[in-house]
């Protein structure tokens, strides 16, 4: 007998040691990520052969302490490797781990192959060749701190590669990972199954090969075992033969119903080829359908859901998702009872949206993955005569309840002011600290950043009811429903979105025409809180030469060009906002050579400008790092000097509207008096319906010369 490593995921050491039991082993220690045995040359096939959850099967040859590449060389060179095989035959080897001394596994792998060719030249024999992408042998290396484990690899190609498997979706469960899940979900054979979101079928292949006794490797045709000395031919083609002959006879006398369904076309086709290729065509009945909609199947009166929902990457309050996870909660409810459920996801907070409480739960690892799975038993249906409200049971009531008074006060005002986007939730409770945008027909939701005293998971928890209550209330798709998160995203906008579709489109402001893109940027396009000062510039630009600095998306420009202005000059540091700007002239007919465009820094700008307006509109930020000043631009210690520039440009009836959004800005009117300009407070007067709760969103001030005062 030889020692034995049967390698598999963090988490499921114990499940391997039941299936080991199955075969034929006994005294089985399990260890991370593994279980050690010792096994005869007929029980270590049967298991590389029938193992469902095992990545790999290594014969260990050598536990040693590994301080350095000494050690390891040495430990390496004890090893009578030509005893195992001949010098004919490629090898690799696979090093995992490090320790303080030997800190590349390039590093240690090399230390390794060499210790191991030496030994075949010192007994004279001819050298081993290197193979990485065919090899023959592959030499396996543990190497965790000072402890290693060394020994050659039975399988080849990890034991999850079945063979029936040539195309995937985006993100494939591993067969192996597929196959703990099946053992995991509670399901038997002679169970029904289904898998609402099946893909490509893995789950449902692993299953159904379960149901038909059939062995999950018998599709492999090369095995490292074939290439070691002590191979047993006959022994090894007796055990296959067995394995044909039990998966025949069990594909043909299945007696439990499998049911596969997806809603994409091209992935049911994919899992129908792959069923085929596992020698189950017919065992698994797949068809077209949507899991957020998902009823009985005919034929189904009762078993186990299984299924893997989509959960991408960090996507745990994905307004898609978050749709989904509910709607499909709700279906089990409404026509699964009786039925038991379990589901595998990498996000507790979109499994929290099905509103079950979970029998049994597991922690388990998909590659770098951390994820659940979690059992669930559907409540049998209500007494005769009772109403089953699971889809109309009110998510966060009092968020909920406020919403629906807001959209019924802010709604009817937006529709009677001609307003496509306009804010229906800006933080009115505390414990739902979000805002949250009409666009047309889009919800943007924007989440404020909680309070310190808040867990990290009750944060979650709350944000992802908001998104499902605002769903609920507004009834928009949630395919448009965008979230805006504090979270930082490595190499995206801060944006979330699910589907494909326009990036940009066109709402409508008081008659203004106005492109706005909610997935590409950090903002949509249009700042909502300026509405109404938007509309006064159109109102006062009628025959005006309107200057627009700070000019974002050029949406003021576009509402001073429709109301009359008889030219316009559009000025921000951007080239997209220009662009952008160029494009809302555009899209209002308002095109021409009185209507300018300027890249550029707006201070600098300012400095060398010569040109007179009666109009301008100038909304700054309220802090920047400017090259027009010694250090940096601040709103409010800086304005008096911005506005000595402004005024060199007014003409002397002009008007300049100035905007800021910093809290309790103070216009130095003293400062103001010096340079014989006058200002009047109109920020009461900008403020919007739908802003009414946060005064302090901007100021905004109508600024004149003295003398025309």
Not at 218 to 236: C, M, Q
Not at 563 to 574: E, I, L, N, R
Not at 635 to 647: N, T
Request: include cysteine.
């Amino acid at each position: 007998m030889n020692q034995y490593l049967a390698i598999t995921s963090n988490g499921l050491e114990n499940l391997l040691v039941e299936e080991l039991k199955t075969l034929g082993i006994a005294d089985l220690k399990p260890v991370q990520a593994g279980v050690k045995f010792k096994a005869t040359n007929e029980q270590i096939y049967r298991c590389c052969l029938w193992s469902r959850i095992a990545s790999r099967f290594v014969r260990v040859l050598s536990e040693f302490n590994c301080q350095d590449d000494m050690d390891l060389y040495l430990s390496a060179s004890a090893v009578n490797w030509s005893s195992h095989f001949t010098s004919s035959k490629n090898l690799v080897v696979d090093f995992n781990g490090t320790n303080r001394e030997i800190r590349n596994s390039q590093y240690g792998a090399m230390k390794v192959k060499d210790a191991i060719v030496d030994s075949f030249t010192k007994k004279n024999l001819e050298r081993p060749s290197i193979s990485k992408e065919q090899p023959d042998i592959r030499i396996h290396v543990r190497l965790h701190r000072e402890k290693a484990i060394l020994g050659i690899d039975l399988v080849g190609l990890g034991l999850h590669q079945r063979g029936y498997r040539t195309e995937a979706g985006k993100a494939p469960l591993r067969e192996t990972l597929a196959a703990a899940i099946v053992m995991r979900s509670g399901w038997k054979k002679g169970i029904s199954l289904l898998d609402p979101m099946c893909g490509s079928g893995t789950l449902l292949i692993e299953a159904a090969l379960m149901a038909a006794n059939m062995a999950p490797g018998v599709l492999r045709s090369k095995w490292s075992f074939e290439e070691l000395n002590d191979f047993e031919p006959e022994l090894w083609a007796e055990i296959k033969a067995e394995a044909n002959v039990q998966g025949r006879k069990g594909v043909k006398n299945i007696d439990t119903k499998f049911y596969g369904i997806d809603n994409d076309k091209r992935m049911l086709t994919i899992a129908k080829q792959n069923a085929k290729r596992a020698g189950l065509e017919g065992v698994i009945e797949f068809s077209l359908g949507d899991a957020a909609t998902l009823a009985r199947p005919e034929g189904y009166e009762s078993g186990v859901i299984l299924s893997n929902p989509p959960y991408g990457e960090r996507l745990g309050t994905e307004p898609g998702l978050i749709a989904l996870y509910t709607s499909f909660g709700a279906q089990l409810k409404e026509h699964f009872a009786g039925s038991k459920a379990s589901i595998f996801s990498s996000s507790d907070e979109l499994l929290s949206c099905l509103r079950m409480r979970a029998d049994k739960q597991y922690k388990l690892q998909n590659g770098a993955l951390p994820c659940h799975q979690k059992n669930y038993s559907i409540s049998e249906k209500r007494a005769e005569g009772s109403v089953n409200t699971s889809n109309n049971v009110q998510i966060a009531p009092d968020f909920s309840n406020r919403l629906k008074k807001n959209i019924a006060k802010i709604g009817k005002w937006a529709k009677r002011e001609h307003l496509d986007c306009y804010r229906i939730y800006d933080a009115d409770l505390p414990e739902y600290n979000v805002a949250i945008d009409v666009y047309l027909d889009n919800l943007v939701i924007q989440e404020y950043a909680a309070p310190k005293d808040i867990p990290e998971e009750k944060s979650k928890r709350r944000l992802t009811d908001v998104i499902r209550a605002a769903i609920q209330v507004t009834g928009v798709d949630a395919n448009k429903v965008v979230l805006k998160t504090r979270e930082k995203k490595k190499g995206t906008s801060q944006y979330q979105k699910l589907g494909e579709g326009s990036r940009t489109f066109e709402v409508n402001e008081y008659g203004v025409k106005l492109l706005v893109n909610l997935h590409d940027y950090l903002d949509t396009g249009l700042f909502l809180d300026h509405k109404l000062t938007r509309r006064m510039l159109g109102e006062l630009a009628a025959g005006k030469d309107f200057l627009n600095l700070f000019a974002y998306t050029g949406s003021a420009t576009a509402h001073a060009a429709c109301g009359g202005a008889k030219s316009t000059t559009t000025v921000d540091m951007s080239k997209t906002y220009i662009e952008w700007a160029k494009e809302n002239l555009k899209l209002n007919s308002k095109v021409g050579r009185q209507h300018k465009f300027e890249q550029a820094d707006c201070l600098q700008w300012l400095q060398k400008a010569q040109d007179s307006y009666d109009l301008i509109f100038i909304d700054p930020p309220t802090f920047s790092n400017s090259k027009r000043m010694d250090q940096t631009f601040d709103v409010q210690r800086d304005h008096i000097e911005l506005m000595k520039d402004l005024k060199r440009l007014l003409r002397a009836d002009g008007t300049i509207v100035f905007s800021n959004n910093k809290r309790h800005f103070k216009m130095d009117l003293d400062g103001l008096k010096s340079l014989g300009l006058n200002a009047t407070n109109i920020s009461s007067k900008t403020l919007p319906m739908d802003y009414v709760r946060n005064k302090q969103i901007h100021n905004c001030w109508l600024i004149t010369h003295a003398e025309a005062s």
